[in-house]
T-cell receptor, first 111, second 114 residues
């Protein structure tokens, strides 16, 4: 099976930087996704990492270390609209390559 | 833009009723998924379909069945609704299994079983 761990909740201040961690234990790792989900809305894709290192996309960056089973999502210049849940999902090779989701991290950005 | 639509945003049913949740995607994706999302438990996979008429059980298939007669449509069926099936149900689609592809989610159906 797979074990994916994320903090349940984080708070941060508008304009600051926040790092949301995701650790996983799995065999046959084949990539890690981050999704954003605003309250009452559908999750939307943010990033995908399959190789070690940092992928930058505007204010959002995602990092992966396969040897440590660790990823983080870095949000810079936080805005109020970044208040949402952030879901980490791990894809495993073999079978139907179905991602398994962590329980999500609820980020609250306050003024 | 990929669009995934679900038949209802909110649904209230009674215990024992048969419930149909419909999902439609408009981008010719091969794969479709049904999840339920509960506070503190995250997204849990109920069923997955990798192509028309093809399906796989997910982590929590008990009490549910699915139907995929056409590529664009994936239906979730609660044969006899129970109160513990009160939840948010999310449908998703993905281009295919083999290459990296993200999932596209519908807006969700919040089902209440009384």
């Amino acid at each position: 099976g797979q074990n994916i761990d994320q903090p349940t909740e984080m708070t941060a201040t508008e304009g600051a930087i926040v790092q949301i961690n995701c650790t996983y234990q799995t065999s046959g790792f084949n990539g890690l996704f981050w999704y954003q989900q605003h309250a009452g809305e559908a999750p939307t894709f943010l990033s995908y990492n399959v190789l070690d290192g940092l992928e930058e996309k505007g204010r959002f960056s995602s990092f992966l270390s396969r040897s440590k089973g660790y990823s983080y999502l870095l949000l810079k210049e936080l805005q109020m609209k970044d208040s949402a849940s952030y879901l980490c999902a791990v894809r495993v090779a073999g079978g139907s390559y179905i991602p398994t989701f962590g329980r999500g991290t609820s980020l609250i950005v306050h003024p | 833009d990929v669009k995934v639509t679900q038949s209802s945003r909110y649904l209230v049913k009674r215990t024992g009723e048969k419930v149909f949740l419909e999902c439609v995607q408009d981008m010719d994706h091969e794969n479709m998924f049904w999840y339920r999302q509960d506070p503190g438990l995250g997204l849990r996979l109920i069923y997955f379909s990798y192509d028309v008429k093809m399906k796989e059980k997910g982590d929590i298939p008990e009490g549910y069945s699915v139907s995929r007669e056409k590529k664009e449509r994936f239906s979730l069926i609660l044969e006899s609704a129970s109160t513990n099936q009160t939840s948010m149900y999310l449908c998703a689609s993905r281009r295919n299994t083999w290459s990296y592809n993200e999932q596209f989610f519908g807006p969700g159906t919040r089902l209440t079983v009384l």
